[in-house]
């Protein structure tokens, strides 16, 4: 991971710097959708800002927050700092991140009512923007449900019936090629989300008022749920999250539920599969939501370089690129107030993923463990252990939860 870390600080540094060189990292560029929206922004900064110049660069998602925390320490951190909002935490405790609330208060940048920002504060102080809330959804195929005649799934009983009723061999060589679902498992971080799913459902959560509760009779429900899809045979155990949304993509899988950034996805699927790509409700209750990447600036850059950070920062935050945010995102921007009446008309499932996001802020969800944030890295390579031998072991969730709660009391010590 150092080695990897040391490559992207090379390629941040190989470029011929302007007047100035702003370096950035982040796992969205070349995302359609997302990454176009930064492409935006990076090109009116650059033209309003002449003779700066910023590097942006790519990290795979899965070695983002190793690379970036080994950057931070090696003294070498990208100028603008793309974190996910469950991984910051660790660096602002680090004195790391610059506090916001003076460049805040000086643009009279209003934050009420900004979705998510509550979780930017650090011992006091504004140390992120929240650039997204969201709430997690159905995404499905609609042909192959129609194929099937078998309704969308509204709970967790009709969901296994239709994961059931849809997984097939197309081919009669023993293999499904096409699934009824398919849940990500690789990646410490995204295994323990896609098991949070079922937790919340179940009534559970992973901390009770800041305390863990993996032992509680509904997490060792909502673990016992997850871990039958497996045994099942419903999903493979192989996949990662880019591997499910690509058989969506493929016309391959008939659904899966994943965040609002998964209605940007359609459109890298061909004509003939995104016109039946469609969105619903999730059928989980709650749904799955919260914060999920944040903005900010290292606290040891010259203080010219921290101005022209934070005037992309403002950038990124200014009613024109909040509102360029949603339409390239096909998703909800955290700053209130903005106008979607039109992306609504355009595409119904916006107003699905306003409503879920909605419904998760309302039942207070969030994919951070609250209460172990500065140990949530540990806590989600806990998780992923415990969860491989359940899944590949057989290890029944009662002793998985047993095991969680010992594991994870005794690092939150």
């Not at 600080?9 to 929206?37: H, I, N, Q, R």
């Not at 950034?261 to 699927?269: D, K, L, P, V």
């Not at 003939?272 to 790509?277: A, F, R, T, Y």
């Not at 047993?402 to 005794?410: D, G, H, P, S």
Request: net charge negative; glycine share 8%.
């Amino acid at each position: 991971m150092a080695a990897g870390a040391l490559a992207v600080s090379t390629a941040l540094t190989a470029v011929p710097a302007a007047a100035e060189t702003l370096t950035f990292v982040s796992w969205m560029k070349d995302e359609p959708g997302y990454g176009d929206w930064w492409n935006e922004i990076i090109a009116e900064f650059e033209e309003t800002h002449p003779g700066v110049e910023i590097n942006m660069s790519r990290v795979a998602r899965d070695e983002y927050a190793d690379t970036m925390f080994t950057m931070f320490a090696g003294g070498n951190p990208p100028d603008i700092v793309h974190l996910a909002a469950f991984e910051f935490q660790p660096f602002a405790n680090e004195g790391w991140l610059e506090p916001l609330d003076s460049y805040i208060a000086e643009a009279g940048l209003d934050l009420t009512g900004w979705a998510g920002q509550p979780t930017c504060e650090w011992d006091g102080d504004t140390v992120c923007i929240m650039l997204l809330y969201t709430g997690f959804v159905l995404a499905y195929n609609e042909e192959l449900f129609e194929e099937a005649g078998v309704e969308i799934p509204t709970d967790w009983e009709s969901y296994v019936a239709a994961a059931t009723a849809l997984k097939k061999d197309t081919d009669g060589d023993g293999i499904n090629d096409q699934l009824g679902i398919a849940l990500p498992f690789q990646g410490d971080a995204t295994v323990m989300q896609e098991a949070l799913n079922y937790v919340l459902d179940a009534g559970g959560r992973w901390t009770v008022d800041g305390e863990p509760a993996f032992d509680s009779p509904e997490v060792i429900e909502g673990l016992r749920r997850w871990k039958s899809l497996f045994d099942d045979g419903l999903t493979p155990k192989e996949l990662s999250s880019a591997d499910v949304r690509q058989l969506l993509l493929e016309g391959r899988l008939a659904m899966t539920v994943d965040g609002g950034w998964i209605n940007n996805t359609f459109r890298s699927a061909s004509p003939e599969v995104q016109q039946h790509l469609k969105i619903a409700k999730s059928p989980f209750s709650p749904p799955l939501g919260g914060t999920s990447n944040v903005l900010g600036m290292p606290s040891d850059i010259s203080d010219e370089k921290k101005q022209l950070v934070w005037d992309f920062i403002a950038l990124t935050a200014s009613q024109k690129y909040q509102q360029r945010f949603a339409e390239w995102g096909k998703a909800p921007a955290p700053r209130p107030g903005l106008d979607y009446s039109q992306l609504m008309a355009d595409n119904p499932s916006f107003e699905v993923l306003a409503a879920a996001a909605a419904d998760a802020a309302a039942a207070n969800v969030d994919r951070l463990p609250k209460g172990l944030e500065l140990e949530n890295n540990e806590v989600v390579k806990i998780f992923f252990n415990i969860a491989q031998q359940m899944i590949i072991q057989d290890l029944s969730p009662e002793e998985a939860a047993k095991m969680l709660q010992e594991q994870v009391t005794r690092i939150a010590g």
